[in-house]
């Protein structure tokens, strides 16, 4: 009896977190009752992508707010230098101010620029060069294990204001771990994509802290 007693009480917890994952339709990105896209153009499906053009690029998850919790998504860039910046921004008010854990594939390998491979910004206030020039090698740090810098790889981002941890390819310890740089503690989330570069998204995962 306390067998099947525990078997349901597991099946329960189960199904409570199974309810509390959030796995938004990357199919109906083009859609924009559901979806807000800035400064891009897209094609729609279970793998979405984001053309390139100047200036970044966002496609945010209409009225929704996140404020602690894990995402997880799988990421596709390409392995040409200075024309791959794909990740996830979160925290964002609107078009221009927000927060973005965002990865340059091109330096997943390369052994002068490896540290270079996965970076936090905090938009407007703390782009990617004041911080390098200020706090070297604190908010961009090399990821591991490496993945393929052409093919696709998963991320996995964990917030807990103010601290994030980034991991990738289902690793256990996190290859960056910073605190935010500023006070907003929600707001909404979304693919992001850098100055000239395009990427490929697919499998989103959202699973929101209590």
């Not at 390369?110 to 782009?127: D, G, K, L, N």
Request: one cysteine or more.
């Amino acid at each position: 009896m306390k067998t099947i007693h525990l078997f349901i009480f597991s099946a329960l917890i189960l199904s409570a977190c199974s309810q509390k994952t959030i796995i938004p339709d990357l199919a109906t990105t083009d859609d924009p009752e559901k979806w807000v896209l800035h400064n891009r153009n897209l094609i729609p499906g279970e793998e979405i992508f984001l053309d390139d053009t100047i200036n970044d690029g966002l496609l945010w998850l209409k009225d929704f707010t996140f404020a602690n919790g894990t995402i997880e998504v799988d990421i596709k860039g390409k392995d040409v230098r200075g024309m791959s910046f794909v990740g996830i921004a979160f925290h964002g008010l609107n078009d221009s101010t927000y927060d973005v854990v965002y990865f340059r594939p091109f330096n997943f390998e390369s052994p002068e620029r490896h540290t270079h491979a996965v970076q936090y910004i905090s938009h407007p206030a703390y782009p990617w060069y004041r911080l390098r020039a200020e706090h070297p090698e604190t908010y961009e740090k090399p990821v591991s294990p490496v993945p393929d810098p052409g093919d696709w790889f998963h991320a996995k981002i964990v917030v807990n204001h103010p601290k994030v941890e980034v991991f990738v390819e289902g690793a256990e310890e996190p290859c960056l771990v910073v605190d935010q740089l500023n006070k907003r503690k929600e707001g909404w989330l979304g693919f992001w994509v850098g100055y000239g570069s395009d990427g490929s998204f697919r499998n989103l995962k959202i699973i929101p802290e209590d």
